[in-house]
């Protein structure tokens, strides 16, 4: 598995870059679809557990938005059925159990691609929801990822060095106006080499 660091702050082009040749996209807790609506595929889904987000959500081009929680995406889709599965500043609002559970299931349903974006280690991030739509409860950062945990399953990674800094709000709301930025990760593991399903998958 390969380890990259970079000092700029364009992750979606990185994104973008791996998306290409994909058709569909899933973008799990997606919001109000903003980062989704940037993303390059012809077909984009957005799954999120607020329906207040997602009644917000407003595009430019159609979205298919689903109000659905991630722990439970077997339920609706299909092994193999989606191209490319995105996570963008979502895992760490899982404990950490259910997010290796969010991950194996988003890894069975992705064709090609699951790419992840979250900060390196425990951003701490409390009860707030910026949006003023009473969404404070899945705000909160439950979990810290570093680059060994990824490598281990079997993740590349794209070290965004200094990514969060005083200009993210919730940043300097809890760290201040002098603390150390915190790294970002990009994550992403090929999935086009399985064979088969899995086991109880039908």
């Keep these: 598995m390969t380890v990259n660091v970079v000092n700029h702050k364009d992750f979606l082009t ?25 993303l390059r595929c012809p077909i984009k889904i957005g799954v999120d557990a607020h ?9 430019e081009e159609p979205l298919v938005t689903l109000n659905f929680r991630a722990e439970r995406l077997r339920e609706l889709f299909l092994f193999n059925s989606i191209d490319s599965v995105t996570l963008i500043d979502v895992l760490e609002h899982f404990e ?16 090609q691609k699951v790419i992840i974006f979250t900060p390196r280690g425990f951003f701490q991030q409390n009860d707030v929801d910026h ?20 490598q281990s399953l079997g993740y590349n990674i794209i070290i965004f060095a200094k990514f969060h800094d005083q200009k993210n709000k919730a940043f300097l709301e809890v760290y201040g106006e002098k603390a150390e930025p915190i790294d970002a990760l990009l994550a ?15």
């Design 96 to 111: 950490k159990e259910d997010a290796l559970d969010v991950l194996n299931q988003v890894e069975e349903i992705a064709a």
């Design 131 to 150: 949006y003023g739509l009473g969404g404070e409860i899945y705000q909160r950062h439950r979990s810290g990822w570093e680059v060994e945990e990824f």
């Design 14 to 38: 990185t994104i973008n870059e791996l998306l290409c040749g994909s058709r569909t996209v899933l973008d799990i807790g997606c919001g109000l679809g903003t980062t989704l609506t940037k």
């Design 51 to 59: 329906r207040p987000y997602l009644e917000k959500a407003k595009a």
């Design 188 to 202: 992403w593991k090929d999935c086009s080499s399985r064979k088969s399903e899995p086991e109880g998958g039908k």
